[in-house]
């Protein structure tokens, strides 16, 4: 229930930005949207931080800071993550107060983030509950610590210092090894491409989808059989290869869900390029190689792990402003966008619903689907 109570106010007030009334001030240097943000965040960090046996991880997470100082070099965590597991095992030899800390840490860098780089913060935030929060604030714990700490190094893009960036994604890879895809961002990141670039990421992101397992399935047996990738990354690969689950294409709801879905991207590539002001440039490339390993995830879902770090991380999250913001088309037409907006919300919280809440209703689980790599996950540990 307090998942709909949080989509209701980030619907109502994500509408009330639609409409533009979303930065009125309520005090000095304090609106309507600000106000509604700091609340919802702050109720979003509370249920990741004080959550229970939530994730498909948990059990991994929970078993590892049990034995993490007896052998904590028996399975093969990063090594940041085993020094954080290893320190509050010494000092407190509490699970939920380290969880705590982690989520603060990152829900602090996450949503500050969303904030100041989204002229809709809350729409953002929206956004962001839907297609990530209970993948990363619910489940993914040590790719989440990579993304906060790539978040705290965006600086030394805008400031052209390559050295610090890449201290930085050494660090982040601490905890998550898949922080080293992270690194091209300070190429793509405020770069503004051409309509010819964005067209072809478009064509081969619809090609990637239809027909990119059997590439996929070939690139991965080429990693796995080569010698001098991590030993973490050959364990997983294999658990993926052999397991039937991962055979096989996954599906979307309906045709016409995959059709909403690009029409409205669609739809944000023609507002882009007929914008005098392309205040978004530099989100859109992000966005657009999300869009691409989003397509690859839909044969092999850790693909989708690597979008992350472009729409968080690199902002391509705010691509999605440019449904808003196109204000040389909606100049004259103001209801069409209040109503197409409304729409696009609407077709994103139907799919929020019946990808998570309805596989819940059923008694779906995730450790049910990951079966295979737990085997092996446990098998490493013990």
Same mark, same amino acid.
């Given at each position: 229930?307090?998942?709909?109570?949080?989509?209701?106010?980030?619907?109502?007030?994500?509408?009330?930005?639609?409409?533009?009334?979303?930065?009125?001030?309520?005090?000095?240097?304090?609106?309507?949207?600000?106000?509604?943000?700091?609340?919802?965040?702050?109720?979003?960090?509370?249920?990741?931080?004080?959550?229970?046996?939530?994730?498909?991880? @948990?059990?991994?997470?929970?078993?590892?800071?049990?034995?993490?100082?007896?052998?904590?070099?028996?399975?093969?965590?990063?090594?940041?993550?085993?020094?954080?597991?290893?320190?509050?095992?010494?000092?407190?030899?509490?699970?939920?107060?380290?969880?705590?800390?982690?989520?603060?840490?990152?829900?602090?860098?996450?949503?500050?983030?969303?904030?100041?780089?989204?002229?809709?913060?809350?729409?953002?935030?929206?956004?962001?509950?839907?297609?990530?929060?209970?993948?990363?604030?619910?489940?993914?714990?040590?790719?989440?610590?990579?993304?906060?700490?790539?978040?705290?190094?965006?600086?030394?893009?805008?400031?052209?210092?390559?050295?610090? @960036?890449?201290?930085?994604?050494?660090?982040?890879?601490?905890?998550?090894?898949?922080?080293?895809?992270?690194?091209?961002?300070?190429?793509?990141?405020?770069?503004?491409?051409?309509?010819?670039?964005?067209?072809?990421?478009?064509?081969?992101?619809?090609?990637?989808?239809?027909?990119?397992?059997?590439?996929?399935?070939?690139?991965?047996?080429?990693?796995?059989?080569?010698?001098?990738?991590?030993?973490?990354?050959?364990?997983?690969?294999?658990?993926?290869?052999?397991?039937?689950?991962?055979?096989?294409?996954?599906?979307?709801?309906?045709?016409?869900?995959?059709?909403?879905?690009?029409?409205?991207?669609?739809?944000?590539?023609?507002?882009?390029?007929?914008?005098?002001?392309?205040?978004?440039?530099?989100?859109?490339?992000?966005?657009?190689?999300?869009?691409?390993?989003?397509?690859?995830?839909?044969?092999?879902?850790?693909?989708?792990?690597?979008?992350?770090?472009?729409?968080?991380?690199?902002?391509?999250?705010?691509?999605?402003?440019?449904?808003?913001?196109?204000?040389?088309?909606?100049?004259?037409?103001?209801?069409?966008?209040?109503?197409?907006?409304?729409?696009?919300?609407?077709?994103?919280?139907?799919?929020?619903?019946?990808? @998570?809440?309805?596989?819940?209703?059923?008694?779906?689980?995730?450790?049910?689907?990951?079966?295979?790599?737990?085997?092996?996950?446990?098998?490493?540990?013990?």
């Amino acid at each position: 229930m307090i998942y709909y109570t949080i989509l209701t106010f980030l619907i109502l007030f994500s509408l009330l930005e639609f409409c533009g009334i979303g930065k009125m001030y309520v005090c000095k240097q304090l609106g309507v949207d600000k106000i509604a943000f700091i609340y919802i965040a702050f109720l979003l960090f509370c249920i990741a931080a004080f959550r229970y046996e939530t994730g498909r991880d @948990w059990e991994g997470y929970t078993y590892f800071f049990n034995k993490c100082l007896s052998s904590p070099y028996s399975f093969n965590f990063e090594f940041g993550f085993s020094f954080i597991n290893r320190f509050f095992k010494t000092f407190v030899d509490n699970f939920y107060f380290m969880q705590f800390f982690i989520m603060l840490f990152c829900c602090i860098c996450t949503y500050r983030s969303l904030y100041q780089r989204s002229e809709y913060p809350v729409f953002t935030l929206f956004l962001y509950f839907v297609m990530f929060f209970l993948q990363t604030d619910m489940a993914q714990t040590r790719q989440h610590i990579a993304m906060a700490i790539l978040i705290c190094g965006l600086h030394f893009i805008d400031e052209k210092k390559i050295i610090l @960036w890449i201290v930085t994604v050494l660090l982040a890879m601490q905890f998550h090894i898949s922080a080293l895809t992270a690194f091209p961002l300070y190429f793509t990141t405020r770069k503004e491409i051409s309509a010819y670039v964005a067209m072809f990421f478009y064509i081969l992101c619809l090609f990637t989808t239809f027909f990119g397992l059997s590439i996929i399935r070939g690139m991965l047996g080429l990693t796995v059989s080569v010698g001098f990738v991590p030993e973490r990354i050959q364990t997983i690969g294999n658990a993926y290869l052999n397991s039937k689950i991962y055979g096989q294409q996954a599906k979307f709801g309906t045709g016409l869900g995959f059709l909403v879905r690009y029409g409205f991207i669609s739809l944000m590539l023609f507002f882009y390029f007929i914008q005098k002001e392309k205040k978004s440039s530099y989100f859109l490339l992000n966005f657009l190689i999300a869009l691409l390993f989003q397509a690859m995830g839909r044969n092999f879902d850790q693909f989708g792990r690597i979008a992350n770090y472009y729409l968080i991380c690199g902002g391509g999250l705010c691509a999605y402003n440019l449904l808003i913001d196109c204000k040389s088309f909606f100049k004259k037409f103001g209801v069409i966008k209040l109503l197409m907006c409304t729409i696009f919300v609407l077709f994103t919280m139907y799919s929020f619903y019946s990808v @998570w809440a309805l596989s819940s209703f059923q008694g779906h689980s995730y450790r049910d689907d990951y079966t295979p790599y737990k085997s092996v996950l446990f098998e490493d540990i013990k």
